[in-house]
């Protein structure tokens, strides 16, 4: 089992930035993939960014390339996205995932095995 606790949630003006971070209990090194998902009210899940890690290949959704990027650093077992000129659409519950084996492309919740509890983002207009 692999805790996933994310942080860096928060509410801030449209155009502004946050950083989340995501520490996980198991060494990051070892993960197939690990990606950020969100939720908004009504809407469901979908994948915002993913990193594999053999070769740090990202993949990034339509709505966020060029604003977010995501990032993990190994030495410390954790995941970050920084998300700048931040839209109200991006208020959501955004997720930290990880995966360990193959299971498919990373930018699909049903891929990952291990799943954070979610901070919430609120961009106000």
């Known amino acids: 089992q692999v805790q996933l606790v994310e942080s860096g949630g928060g509410s801030v003006q449209a155009g502004g930035s946050l950083r989340l971070s995501c520490a996980a209990s198991?060494?990051?090194?070892?993960?197939?993939?690990m990606g950020w998902f969100r939720q908004a009210p009504g809407k469901e899940r979908e994948g915002v960014a993913a990193?594999?890690?053999?070769?740090?290949?990202?993949y990034y959704a339509d709505s966020v390339n060029g604003r977010f990027t995501i990032s993990q650093d190994n030495a410390k077992n954790t995941l970050s996205l920084q998300m700048n000129s931040l839209k109200p659409d991006d208020t959501a519950i955004y997720y930290c995932?990880?995966?360990?084996?193959?299971?498919?492309?990373?930018?699909?919740?049903?891929?990952?095995?291990?799943w954070g509890k979610g901070t919430l983002v609120t961009i106000s207009s």
């Open positions: 995932a990880a995966t360990y084996r193959d299971y498919g492309r990373c930018s699909r919740a049903e891929t990952m095995e291990f």
């Open positions: 198991r060494y990051t090194a070892s993960s197939y993939c």
């Open positions: 990193i594999y890690t053999v070769g740090s290949i990202t």
